[in-house]
């Protein structure tokens, strides 16, 4: 797996859910293990696939389910034994096993794979998980087989649940030691065995769990049509799932890679959680997210505290000394106007004018030099200073000419022009430059523009208002804030990935304190506390609230509406709204009034010291900020013909069996009919049928010769499952992927097909 992006550690909103950099840390970190479990099963011809949350995640979100914090992966018995032996020889550097043969206090019946025996900051170890010091593992789940006769079934949990006891009881010194022998002989009786007693207990622990194991794999495959995780689902009255939708395992992507999984991911979801692409956020696990724990138990014997943002009352702008804005570019124009007027509103000589002249071409200059040839107000003022230039030269002209008849008429008229272009000169400069209200959108991140588009027409919609936005370029850091890309990607220009239109500068040739902004809009709350990224310290949040009476932080857009006990929502304020840019900023934009006052309330408890009303106030609701535009993310609606987007995947050749290119034949025969009223966009999912394993040769030149058939009649177009405008499409049917949670966001209809056999 190649390394992870700068871009994928931003912050990111996913299915209403917001994700911090720290979470995708944890992530990027998983994803580094599972890369290792990956090459070793690869090597050794070990079969893995995801399992539970991760399953799910992978089916529905393409990646991490949004509100989740680790990752499980499955194995059948045979391939789980194979694992354990060659990771114990082949983990790299500190990597390690944990199972109850290598792990004091892993009392369990699975193993994880570790990233590293201790959380360690060396510079080695942040370097390659991405500024995350914590352990980091995945956990293997063991599927076994079992009993076609229920009894059977019953009687062998009620086995193992027995030798489970009598291991735990000795673990625990929770038994006498006439009772903990009266025990083992009777086990070494039943499964003839033989135990050790003079050893100690945790030794004896383990040779108990390794009998427990034993007893539940004592099933072989041909005895059985069923597989189930025995511990600790079986175990208390769960049934197991048919074997034969184990039997193939495909790859679909997940994050930056792919992750395997049953074929029949569809039926074994809906099975589980019958309309599994109706997002429900349910969080019954460890506490969120698991690092936290770990950061507690650090701090607890650390005799230094660990870095983190905290409150300091003295930066409110109400404790701060008033701003001054002698400096600025206004007000330098206002005094060089001034001065230009004084000495230019009745020039006496030739030497005035050439004063004049000059004063006047080093305004422009200066104007040009900070707003930038590019910008539009400053063009209009400098246009205006030119033809000042131009009517003054004729006058200078006039006034120095040789004498003649006509000489007093000629600098009277340039003398009325001059006047003209003074008074013009002065209106633009006054108007474009002088009293023109700045505005400026310092982001970071071009796919979060969108939030920022409808503040920015409101802005640009007010009279004498300039908007200009300030592309940040985002670069990794160290665990001593410095930069560890090299200093010339400062210089990347991010103005391209920003819609045509927008009134840009490039971050490096703007002079922030030249200028008195009216406004000045931020997104990013970290300044320096990000724990992975950052942007240019010039403008950190400390620094702009310098250039503007009114410092703005958006909240992340497209976040659903959550309460104080939605613990994971809650833990996602720590980075969203208790860093400096939201809690230093002199209004922080919301997007309802019910979390509106979530916010002023978790500002008052982190804020000691403040007021919880004070927050509120300085809380306010997009739309009361502008009434006619409309905040967030925009669904265009399609004008015209419908669009159907139609997702062919590969799971309906294992759950269609032979019939699959049938079903997918009859369907596009059967959308063919309404091509009159509608367009028909397919795709395939994973992306190229090339790499799909389940299917055999000849039924992907079948399934191609379908496609392509129907493309050269018209029925269907192709497009890259990819590179989909969810906005342009009217609906979704066919095999599950990940593009349903993003119709489904936009209130699209969404139709999965059935995989039975079509009549």
């Known amino acids: 797996m190649d390394r992870l992006p700068i871009d994928y550690f931003r912050d990111e909103v996913r299915n209403g859910f917001f994700v911090p950099t720290a979470i995708k840390q944890a992530w990027g970190a998983q994803l580094k293990v599972l890369d290792v479990i990956d090459s070793i099963c690869r090597k050794h011809n070990i079969t893995y696939f995801a399992d539970w949350g991760t399953l799910l995640g992978t089916v529905r979100h393409g990646g991490y389910v949004p509100w989740d914090d680790d990752m499980d992966i499955c194995m059948k018995r045979a391939d789980y034994e194979k694992f354990r032996r060659a990771a114990a020889k082949e983990l790299p550097g500190n990597y390690c096993l944990h199972d109850y043969a290598h792990k004091e206090d892993h009392w369990l019946f699975l193993a994880r794979v570790v990233n590293n025996t201790h959380i360690s900051y060396e510079q080695k170890h942040m370097d390659e998980f991405y500024n995350f010091p914590y352990l980091v593992g995945i956990d293997i789940f063991v599927l076994d087989y079992l009993y076609r006769d229920d009894r059977d079934e019953r009687r062998r949990c009620d086995e193992v649940k027995h030798i489970i006891a009598v291991a735990d009881a000795i673990v625990n010194n929770k038994i006498s030691k006439a009772a903990e022998d009266a025990n083992l002989m009777e086990l070494e009786r039943l499964y003839n065995v033989k135990f050790n007693k003079n050893d100690d207990s945790r030794h004896l622990g383990i040779a108990l769990y390794h009998l427990a194991e034993t007893q539940m794999a004592r099933v072989p495959e041909y005895e059985s049509d069923s597989l189930g995780q025995i511990f600790p689902w079986i175990l208390i009255g769960n049934r197991g799932r048919d074997k034969k939708l184990f039997k193939n395992i495909i790859r679909l992507p997940f994050e930056n890679t792919t992750m395997p999984v049953p074929a029949d991911y569809n039926y074994m979801l809906k099975s589980k959680y019958e309309q599994y692409f109706v997002i429900r956020k349910v969080w019954n696990g460890h506490k969120y997210p698991f690092f936290e724990a770990q950061r507690e138990s650090l701090q607890a014997v650390a005799d230094f505290k660990l870095p983190e943002f905290t409150f300091d009352i003295k930066k409110l702008r109400k404790n701060r000394p008033a701003s001054s804005y002698r400096n600025t570019m206004q007000e330098t124009v206002r005094e060089a106007m001034s001065e230009l007027c004084g000495i230019g509103e009745v020039p006496a000589d030739a030497s005035v004018l050439v004063q004049c002249q000059q004063a006047a071409i080093d305004i422009g200059s200066y104007i040009e030099k900070v707003k930038g040839e590019d910008n539009h107000s400053g063009r209009i003022a400098v246009a205006s200073i030119e033809q000042y230039c131009e009517i003054l030269f004729r006058l200078y002209n006039a006034v120095t000419q040789p004498d003649n008849a006509g000489r007093r008429v000629t600098e009277l008229q340039a003398y009325e022009e001059y006047v003209s272009a003074l008074g013009d000169m002065k209106s633009a400069v006054q108007s474009q430059i002088i009293d023109r209200k700045l505005v400026a959108f310092v982001t970071d991140n071009p796919l979060r523009w969108q939030e920022l588009q409808p503040l920015y027409d409101y802005y640009n919609n007010i009279d004498n208002t300039e908007a200009v936005v300030i592309p940040l370029p985002v670069l990794a850091k160290n665990l001593y804030g410095e930069v560890v890309s090299g200093r010339e ?43 992975y990224i950052t942007v240019p310290a010039a403008f950190y949040s400390a620094k702009l609230m310098q250039y503007t009476d009114c410092l703005t932080y958006v909240m992340p857009c497209g976040v659903n509406d959550f309460t104080e006990a939605d613990v994971n929502d809650m833990y996602g304020l720590k980075y969203s709204l208790a860093m400096p840019g939201a809690v230093y900023a002199d209004r922080i934009i919301v997007h309802s009034e019910k979390m509106k006052k979530l916010y002023a309330e978790y500002l008052g408890n982190f804020a000691a010291g403040t007021d919880k009303a004070e927050w509120y106030r300085k809380l306010v609701c997009d739309n009361e900020l502008y009434q006619d535009t409309q905040s967030g993310i925009e669904v265009t609606q399609t004008a015209g013909r419908k669009r159907l987007l139609y997702c062919i995947g590969e799971n309906e050749f294992a759950e269609g069996a032979g019939y699959a290119l049938d079903n997918i034949s009859k369907r596009i025969s059967t959308m063919a009919g309404y091509t009159d009223k509608m367009d028909i966009i397919a795709c395939t999912y994973p992306y190229s049928i090339d790499d799909w394993d389940i299917c055999t040769g000849e039924q992907k030149e079948k399934f191609r010769r379908i496609i392509n058939d129907a493309e050269q009649s018209g029925n269907i177009s192709l497009c890259d499952l990819r590179n989909v405008d969810i906005s342009s499409m009217t609906a979704y049917y066919g095999s599950p992927s990940p593009l349903i949670c993003r119709f489904t966001e936009q209130h699209k209809p969404v139709m999965i097909s059935a995989s039975e056999r079509l009549e």
Do not use: C
Request: net charge negative.
């Open 489 to 531: 990607e400062w210089s990347n220009d991010r103005r391209e990935e920003y819609p045509d239109g927008l009134n840009t500068v490039a971050w490096d040739s703007i002079d922030m304190h030249m200028l008195k902004f009216d406004t000045i809009i931020i997104q990013n709350p970290y300044d320096e506390w990000n724990p």
